[in-house]
């Protein structure tokens, strides 16, 4: 992946589902991520596609999805990031005030050195 190229929300919420779905490099099929995400499958479908496109994930047609090597440590760190924000915001606001969408916008808008900062890396 072009690492000059920012992730979306959407898009980083899509690799922070696929992380946790995959566990050890499980695939993951589309209705699944659909269920997990309450997206359309017709809209997974078209993000698998997006993030293949990217580099960070391979599917074959009608299979599962996996993270590629890429793909598997972009997703590690906005898993690590998303848990460090969303446990400091719960513990300010309280845990059901925090959303996945918004966590993923903030995510989404920090420079890639505060994200390696915010993971610990």
């Known amino acids: 992946m072009n690492s000059s190229k920012k992730l979306t929300f959407s898009q980083i919420r899509y690799m922070i589902a696929l992380y946790r779905l995959s566990g050890d490099g499980v695939g993951v099929k589309n209705a699944e991520l659909a269920a997990s995400l309450a997206f359309s499958k017709a809209s ?3 993000m698998l596609r997006t993030l293949c496109d990217m580099g960070l994930v391979t599917q074959k047609s009608f299979g599962l ?3 590629t090597d890429a793909g598997r440590l972009l997703a590690e760190k906005y898993t690590a990031c998303y848990t460090r924000l ?3 915001l719960a513990a300010v606001c309280g845990k059901d005030s ?3 969408g918004s966590l993923c916008a903030v995510l989404a808008d920090i ?3 505060a994200l390696d900062t915010l993971a610990g890396e």
């Open 44 to 46: 997974v479908h078209n």
């Open 65 to 67: 999805a996996h993270l």
């Open 98 to 100: 925090v959303s996945e």
């Open 111 to 113: 420079p890639e050195e």
């Open 86 to 88: 969303e446990d400091a």
